[in-house]
């Protein structure tokens, strides 16, 4: 779990750190599956005390592994994301001075996983498509067709056309 220490930054109005560290994200849950991450996820990050907040700013580089919607292949689909958000402590910000979307926290630390997360599930694209010309499997044997040509006559017609063609 990426956890940032605040402590310090908390105490300094206007100061920024950088922040970079590479850890494990436990895998994502989309639509009853879970993505798991092929590798540890990279944080480049900037902290800023922003008077009333922390805010925490960069990119999250990250590799998804994950089945292409075509053939079912696994491949690595490579992500980088821009990450912004800003936390607030409760203790710490004005009164009156919180944002709706700010991200309340409390102590030293921010655990920033469920955001980073949010991030992720937001870029991610409507369909896994492990190359542009991907062939996927045949209709009829299954077969991968990147790999192999079976012999099957497929039929190629629009499904939509097909059911034009049993009307008539
Ligand atoms: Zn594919
Ligand atoms: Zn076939």
Known sequence: MPLLEVGKLKMSRGERVDFYCLEKLPPLSVEGEDIKFAQEVEYR?????????????????????????RCLDSFVYPMEAHFQETYCDSNFSQPGGKQPDWVPFSGDQI???????QTILVNLPMRFICRADCRGLCSVCGADLNNN????????????????????
Request: charged fraction near 25%; proline fraction near 4%.
């Open 45 to 69: 990050l900037s902290l800023t005390n922003a008077d009333d907040a922390i805010v925490i700013d960069g990119m999250i580089n990250v590799d998804l592994l994950v089945q292409c919607n």
């Open 111 to 117: 655990d920033i996983a469920p955001e980073v997360t």
């Open 149 to 168: 040509q079976c012999q099957c006559t497929r039929d190629e017609l629009d499904p939509r056309l097909a059911k034009l063609k049993d009307l008539l």
